[in-house]
């Protein structure tokens, strides 16, 4: 069965916001594996689309893995109708999420007077929230981190020259070494994990099946590097 895959972005007059979230899925949606079955930009970014709204359907929650482009801090990241803050009711993989990706500035920033444990409430069933300790940027040849990203997460592990060489690294790796190619060493990737026994995720695979979702008992760790 294909695990599915969406885009979200918001351009706010750069084009490479949009490049960077539809790169991540038209790249894997190019696979037999995957289905790019979301693309949501501008206005069609909406606020119900990641907080429980009463009469919507939450569409974050239809795919696996999604990455999304748009401005945030630490607090919060910015839709076409607002935002999406910490302590929203937001539960990502009620239904099915696994992966949040987002270039959204200092939206897991961790620091003693601010621990990224804040976006720990978000987490129902998702396993990992990708994204950066502090500012990332976009429009200046980081259009291609997306392609990147689902490049060392799947496909060079699928690609038609796999017999030649390919690549299988954990969705961690695969998310630092897509920033580390486009961005410079003054940002900072990093990411929140969930676990629970029997549901390990430190070197979680996006290509694999999908393992049993972090649930009871859960633990959660953080990471981050220099890109």
């Not at 482009?69 to 009620?94: P, Y």
């Not at 996006?206 to 008992?217: F, I, K, Q």
């Amino acid at each position: 069965m294909s695990k599915y895959v969406g885009s979200w972005w918001i351009k706010d007059g750069i084009d490479g916001r949009r490049l960077e979230a539809e790169g991540f899925a038209s790249t894997l949606g190019g696979l037999a594996e995957f289905d790019w079955t979301h693309n949501h930009g501008d206005s069609g970014v909406k606020e119900s689309d990641f907080v429980t709204t009463a009469g919507t359907t939450q569409r974050s929650d239809s795919v696996d893995a999604m990455q999304m482009s748009s401005h945030g801090n630490t607090q919060e990241f910015l839709v076409w109708d607002g935002r999406v803050n910490a302590s929203e009711a937001i539960d990502f993989g009620k239904n099915d999420l696994e992966f949040f990706a987002t270039h959204a500035c200092d939206l897991l920033e961790h620091s003693a007077s601010n621990s990224v444990g804040r976006w720990i409430p978000a987490f129902q069933r998702l396993h990992y929230m990708l994204g950066f300790h502090n500012h990332s940027y976009s429009g200046g040849g980081q259009s291609s981190r997306g392609t990147w990203f689902a490049m060392y997460a799947a496909w060079l592990y699928y690609w038609g020259g796999s017999w030649l060489f390919r690549v299988d690294i954990p969705v961690r790796e695969a998310w630092a070494e897509a920033n580390e190619i486009v961005e410079g060493s003054n940002v900072t990737w990093a990411y929140l994990r969930a676990e629970a026994p029997g549901a390990p995720t430190y070197n979680e695979r996006l290509r694999a099946d999908e393992t049993t979702d972090p649930v009871s008992n859960r633990s959660f760790w953080t990471a981050r590097g220099t890109c």
